[in-house]
Structure formats: structure tokens, C-alpha cells
């Protein structure tokens, strides 16, 4: 099947997040609430392709549906919903090891609490002014799915810190939470396999996690953050005693969020072993570009999509994300 699609290639960098895969154990569903609470529309939509599934290392899912869906702004990340299983019995946000959260810039996040609840998506914590590199006012909510977003209204003037600039309802994914047995080791891999340079370690009383794995909101955990260009990519957190391996049926894509997909320059500069040998895929939002997988120290599965070497990252701050 032939995507449809009216999908914008946005700006380019190394280590810029591309989007973020989710599965949906019900799509029609997920693409509903995501139009309804993100107010998201349809970029593209397939089926997966045999050679797409052989590039996640995942032959299972090979035929499932797949709808892209994102922003108005054309310069923003996306979110490709990809056709999944029930989530197993259990199942919770946060509580496993992979990929744990979408952080996205939003303009209003009272308003964005109400369409999200009003959507079906579960609240997890309700907007709160938080002070982090910055003046912000984030929420935290689940979908459908199991897949937790962190949603965060920048107060201020973004320029000064590391945020984007939003310009839609929720806007760019602009950090991906990594929920991690060991940081050290996957702080390693993103510095040395994918050029992501080591930013800060952090602790603070983290109250989503908390609340997901049982403990007193004012537990202090620790996260570490890597970053692309200017501004933090991947936000790698310490797990607790009690999280466990995410369970994925064989040949699948995990359940909540599945894989975060990257920008990279070359693909020869990416140390860790591929999945499958790259391939040039011509449908959204890959538009001709070599791509393939790597799975990182935590088992997450990570896309990779060659841009060649375009921008170093160090005139992301006048772009509008």
C-alpha cells in the first residue's frame, strides 16, 4: 500500500528528534483522542512495510496499519501511531525499562489538561509551576496506549534556556525519557555510538515516577540528560528498585512507546551494531533518506535517519519549533 501523505520535512540536525512511535491497542481510537487532545492532524498513513519490519527487527508486525499524525507546524516532531497488541495485564507508564516519556511544548497547559482529560487520556499530574533551567508549568498524562506525555508550558522568554518555542496547541517533542537500570551505561552509549554529549545529573523529588512505582511523592530520584546541539535530547532516568523489563511479544514492537527516532548525519558514525542493514525508504516521514535501528543499553529501540552532514546544531536558536 502506498502512504498518503502531506508530510513537511522539517528542519535538520544531528540528534534532533524525528518522532516517537506508540502502539495503539486500539488505532482508530488513539488517532481519535490524539486529534481531539493534542489537536493533532493526519500527516500520512500506511502499512508496514516487510522491508520497514525487517529495519525495526520486529518481522511481526509486518501489515500493520501506521498513521503520522503531529502539529500544524510544519517545523515540528511527530508521532506515528503503529497498529499494536492489548497491553499486557499490569501494564503501567514509567514503571519499565525502554522508552518512558514524550516531553512536548505546549502554549497553554491549562488548556491542554482539559482537552487531554476530555480525550481519554489519563492525568497523571496536574499543571504545576515548576522552576528547571527556566520557569515552566508542565502536566503529565497517559494515553490510550500507555504512553506517558509530559506536557509542558515554557513561561518566559524560551530563548534564554533550552526550550523550543511552541506556536501549536502541544508542539515539538523536544526531550525523550528514558527509564534506565543503569544510566552510567546508557549515558555511555549515547555519547560514544550516537555523538550525544553529556549536559548535567540531576536530582529532585519526581513526582509522576513516584506515583507510578508506589513511593512518597518527595522521593528524590536522579535522571542524567544528553543533548543534541543546544539543547537536551534524551533525558536518561535512574529507575528504582521494583521497575522491571518491559515485556514484548516476539517479533513486535514494545508496548506504550515503542522507539524515538533520530536525525543522524552518517550513519557509519553510529558505533552500535544495526538491526538490519540501512534502507533508503521513500514514504513519511522518511522521504528517500537511508535509515535503520539500534537498540541502546536499556534494550530501547532507536531509529536512526541520515541527513549527511548538514548543521552542527549551532544556529537552532533563531529557528521556530
Same mark, same amino acid.
Given at each position: ?34 486529534? +481531539? ?36 507546524? $510544519? ?10 497488541? $492489548? ?20 502554549? *497553554?497547559?491549562?488548556?491542554? *489538561? ?23 508549568? $508542565? ?19 524560551? +530563548? ?42 540531576? !536530582? ?5 515516577? *513516584? ?18 546541539? +543546544? ?71 532507536? !531509529? ?18
Amino acid at each position: 500500500m502506498r502512504p498518503e501523505t502531506d508530510y513537511a520535512t522539517p528542519w535538520e540536525v544531528h540528534g534532533r528528534i524525528q518522532l516517537a512511535t506508540v502502539c495503539a491497542p486500539d488505532m482508530d481510537a488513539m488517532v481519535e483522542s490524539y486529534a +481531539k487532545g493534542l489537536r493533532f492532524r493526519v500527516i500520512a498513513r500506511g502499512k508496514v512495510t516487510p522491508d520497514l519490519a525487517a529495519l525495526w527487527g520486529a518481522k511481526a508486525m509486518e501489515g500493520k496499519r501506521w498513521v503520522l499524525m503531529g502539529p500544524e507546524n $510544519p517545523h515540528s516532531t511527530a508521532i506515528r501511531i503503529v497498529e499494536g497488541d $492489548p497491553l499486557p495485564e499490569g501494564y503501567a507508564p514509567l514503571c519499565t525499562y525502554g522508552w518512558g516519556a514524550l516531553e512536548m511544548a505546549v502554549l *497553554n497547559v491549562m488548556e491542554v *489538561n482539559d482537552a487531554v482529560a476530555a480525550a481519554g487520556f489519563r492525568i497523571v499530574g496536574a499543571p504545576a509551576d515548576r522552576q528547571f533551567s527556566g520557569p515552566v508549568k $508542565p502536566m503529565q498524562a497517559a494515553g490510550l496506549g500507555g504512553e506517558m506525555f509530559f506536557l509542558t508550558e515554557i513561561r518566559g522568554d524560551p +530563548k534564554h534556556y533550552f526550550y523550543p518555542r511552541p506556536v501549536s496547541f502541544v508542539d515539538q517533542l523536544f526531550i525523550a525519557i528514558l527509564s534506565t537500570p543503569d544510566r552510567r551505561a546508557a549515558q555511555a552509549f549515547y555519547e560514544h555510538a550516537l555523538g550525544f554529549p553529556f549536559v548535567a545529573d540531576y !536530582e529532585m523529588a519526581y513526582t509522576s515516577l *513516584n506515583k507510578c512505582m508506589g513511593l512518597p511523592v518527595e522521593t528524590l530520584q536522579q535522571f542524567t540528560m544528553v543533548k543534541s546541539g +543546544k539543547r537536551p535530547a534524551v533525558q536518561i532516568d535512574q529507575m528504582p528498585a521494583g521497575a522491571t523489563k518491559r515485556p514484548v511479544a516476539p517479533a513486535k514492537l514494545p508496548p506504550g512507546i515503542a522507539m524515538i527516532t533520530f536525525l543522524v548525519d552518517r550513519l557509519e558514525d553510529v558505533s552500535a551494531p544495526l538491526l538490519a542493514p540501512p534502507q533508503d525508504i521513500s514514504f513519511a516521514p522518511y522521504a528517500g533518506s537511508r535509515s535503520a535501528c539500534v537498540r541502546g543499553a536499556a534494550g530501547e529501540l532507536i !531509529e536512526l535517519i541520515e541527513i549527511g552532514e548538514m548543521s552542527d546544531g549551532d544556529e537552532e536558536d533563531d529557528v521556530e519549533i
